[in-house]
Nanobody
Framework: QVQLVESGGGLVQAGGSLRLSCAAS????????MGWYRQAPGKQRELVAT???????NYADSMKGRFTISRDNAKNTVYLQMNSLKPEDTAVYRC???????????????WGQGTQVTVSS
């Protein structure tokens, strides 16, 4: 079974930092773009950041300069370093990846279960 497992969420005070990790496990022969999205209560899901297999990254404007996405292709893992956290960053953060299970198989989107990040004021 192929899955994404997030870790690193928790409670932090405003101005603090957290580092999220998301590891892809199972039978995977390819990973393309990986990324993070978040959803706060009563709000729509929004993009946080994405990163290509070659390391090119893209951020939502509100995260630029505070969040850094990176990946370790050898470990099939994507990270999100979050600094200068604000109460409005409180949300469930979910990682996603475009994966392929066989060499001739199709690429498809895979989502993790999510990890809660709570920033207190």
């Amino acid at each position: 079974q192929v899955q994404l497992v997030e870790s690193g969420g928790g409670l932090v005070q405003a101005g603090g930092s957290l580092r999220l990790s998301c590891a892809a496990s199972g039978s995977i022969v390819g990973l393309r773009d990986m990324g993070w999205y978040r959803q706060a209560p009563g709000k729509q899901r929004e993009l946080v950041a994405t990163i290509t297999s070659g390391g090119s990254s893209n951020y939502a404007d509100s995260m630029k300069g505070r969040f850094t996405i990176s990946r370790d292709n050898a470990k099939n893992t994507v990270y999100l370093q979050m600094n200068s956290l604000k109460p409005e960053d409180t949300a469930v953060y979910r990682c996603t990846a475009v994966v392929r299970r066989t060499v001739v198989g199709r690429w498809y989107d895979l989502w993790g279960q999510g990890t809660q990040v709570t920033v207190s004021s």
